[in-house]
């Protein structure tokens, strides 16, 4: 199974940037769909954005599109999650996904997930 570890979140005021990473281990990090999801307690978990197994093509939700940007480095087994922009309503609690199958397309449901992260504290406020 593949272990997730997330980094990089934090606070940040409204406008500014922050880079969220996840380092794997494990597991076919390479043949794997990858993607990044938020949550705010007594919420559903939100899928964000996602990258294809072959990196190739990416999925944004709509609130994200144009400020989030997820990219993937094969040698590194990490994924990254880049965000501008931000805004009072993206804080949450990030988590970084892994899909439970290989070679899988980038958009990613909550049924699709074999391994989460521990998920890292996004906070946008003045």
């Known amino acids: 199974q593949v272990q997730l570890v997330e980094s990089g979140g934090g606070l940040v005021q409204p406008g500014g940037s922050l880079r969220l990473s996840c380092v794997t281990s494990?597991?076919?990090?390479?043949?794997?769909?990858m993607g990044w999801f938020r949550q705010t307690p007594g919420k559903e978990r939100e899928f964000v954005c996602g990258?294809?197994?072959?990196?190739?093509?990416?999925y944004y939700a709509d609130s994200v599109k144009g400020r989030f940007t997820i990219s993937r480095d094969i040698a590194k087994n990490t994924v990254n999650l880049q965000m501008v922009s931000l805004k009072p309503e993206d804080t949450d609690v990030y988590y970084c996904?892994?899909?439970?199958?290989?070679?899988?397309?980038?958009?990613?449901?909550?049924?699709?997930?074999?391994?989460w992260g521990q998920g890292t504290q996004v906070t946008v406020s003045s």
């Open positions: 494990g597991g076919t990090f390479s043949n794997r769909a």
């Open positions: 996904a892994a899909d439970r199958k290989l070679f899988g397309g980038s958009w990613l449901g909550p049924g699709d997930i074999g391994s």
């Open positions: 990258i294809s197994s072959s990196g190739a093509g990416t």
